[in-house]
């Protein structure tokens, strides 16, 4: 069975510009949460899905949206990208929202 | 102060030697999950808890909820055990999201 897939695994963008990232779950896994992990930091929570609904949203400004398609993939988009952007982008996938989580390689997003 | 504590933030030992993480954290929780994340960003879920002790392999993970505390041991050490090594809490009140410790840089010499 796949893991948890996520794309591109790598991103070069100018600031100002828009991005989009995509993650595929584990078949089976209605859950999914987007991190932003900042270099030498842990993850920061930005996005929870679960059943195509929104269930939580870290302290991220408006810039940042997602959704979750009735697939149960999901796309984080980020627009107007300031330098403070750049991170690794994981997604995580679970059964529920509540259980445990698997994590995709994440997307390396630079904002130059 | 981070909700999350992880010590130490650096550990450095020989090959063989039993290790210990710790985490404490300030909120009441409902589980926490010890996480490791190796060089290049992909992040594998060791053990999601919410009390006693948990054990895979030579991994040990054991939680003290009235003293918000929990550690993770790795017996008979290895060099393939070097990674980051993170914490995770979902509080009582947040829902389902977590919130991570800073993570503890492990190199396990030979």
């Known amino acids: 069975d796949a893991g948890v897939t996520q794309s591109p695994t790598h991103l070069i963008k100018t600031r100002g510009q828009h991005v989009t990232l995509r993650c595929s779950p584990i078949s089976g896994h209605k859950s999914v949460s987007w991190y932003q992990q900042v270099l030498g930091q842990g993850p920061q929570f930005i996005f929870q899905y679960y059943e195509k609904e929104e269930r939580g949203r870290g302290n991220f400004p408006d810039r940042f949206s997602a959704r979750q398609f009735p697939n149960y993939s999901s796309e984080l988009n980020v627009n107007a990208l300031l330098l403070g952007d750049s991170a690794l982008y994981l997604c995580?996938?679970?059964?529920?929202?509540?259980?445990?989580?698997?994590f995709g390689n994440g997307t390396r997003l630079t904002v130059t | 102060k981070n909700e999350v504590e992880q010590s130490p933030q650096n550990l450095t030992a020989q090959e063989g030697e039993f290790i210990t993480i710790n985490c404490s954290y300030s909120v009441g929780i409902s589980a926490l999950h010890w996480l490791q994340q190796h060089p290049g960003g992909g992040i594998v879920s060791l053990f999601m808890?919410?009390?006693g002790k948990k054990k895979h392999g030579r991994l040990i993970a054991t939680i003290n909820i009235q003293e918000k505390h929990s550690s993770l041991h790795i017996t008979a050490s290895h060099p393939r055990d070097s990674a980051v090594y993170i914490c995770?809490?979902?509080?009582?009140?947040?829902?389902?999201?977590?919130?991570f410790g800073e993570g503890t840089q492990l190199t396990v010499n030979p």
């Open positions: 808890l919410s009390s």
């Open positions: 995770a809490v979902r509080s009582e009140t947040s829902g389902s999201r977590l919130t």
């Open positions: 995580a996938s679970s059964i529920g929202p509540y259980s445990p989580l698997h």
